[in-house]
Every structure is written in C-alpha cells, then in structure tokens.
Nanobody
Framework: QVQLVESGGGLVQAGGSLRLSCAAS????????GGWFRHSAGKEREFVAR????????YYADSVKGRFTISRDNAKSTVYLQMNSLKPEDTAVYYC??????????????????WGQGTQVTVSS
C-alpha cells in the first residue's frame, strides 16, 4: 500500500524559504502525478502546484507562481515543493497528494487519490 509522508514544514520569517518533501513508501511514485494543496483557517483546501508523471510540465496557482517550484526525484520516490519569498498569507497546513497510477492530474482535490498527513507552515511578519 502506498503512503505519503510530508516533512519540512516549520516557522519562518516573511521573505524566507522552506522546502517541503513528500516521500512515497510501498510503491513507486513515478507513475503518479504529484500535487501540493494547502488548508488555512476559514478556507477550503486549495490547489498550490502539480507535476504530471508523464510530462515535464509544472502548474501553479496564481498566488504562488514565481515563488514556489514543484519538482520530483523518481529514484527517491519523492516530490518537493520549494517555497521562496514566503508571505504571511502562505501560512497553512500543506498536504502532498498523488493521483491515480498512470492517470491524469488536475487542480481539484478529487483528482487525487492518496494524501499525506499534512505539515504546518507558519510565516511570521
């Protein structure tokens, strides 16, 4: 059974950087799309970034474009989210997600079938 485990969250000052990692155990991540979502108080879970398994393209929410970078290392079965120029409004619990094997990705949460437990990111001003 595949399980996703996030790490790398923490407390950082505005303008700082963090790198989140999402490691898949049990089976390879290489044939699944990877996605990052976040959930802050009073809001629904929102799309942040995604990377399909079968292309070199990456996709981002407008709110993070130019600041965040999603990448993957298939040899390590890991998807990353590099977050630069962090803002207080980036404060949220960040969740890693994986799509169906050999399937498409999207920006809706229901496009994903596996989820990590979440990691807290807090940006102070």
């Amino acid at each position: 059974q595949v399980q996703l485990v996030e790490s790398g969250g923490g407390l950082v000052q505005a303008g700082g950087s963090l790198r989140l990692s999402c490691a898949a155990s049990g089976r390879t991540f290489s044939n699944r799309s990877g996605g990052w979502f976040r959930h802050s108080a009073g809001k629904e879970r929102e799309f942040v970034a995604r990377i399909p398994w079968n292309s070199g393209s990456t996709y981002y929410a407008d709110s993070v474009k130019g600041r965040f970078t999603i990448s993957r290392d298939n040899a390590k079965s890991t998807v990353y989210l590099q977050m630069n120029s962090l803002k207080p409004e980036d404060t949220a619990v960040y969740y890693c997600a994986a799509g169906a094997a050999w399937g498409p990705s999207g920006e809706a949460p229901d496009s994903y079938v596996l989820w990590g437990q979440g990691t807290q990111v807090t940006v102070s001003s």
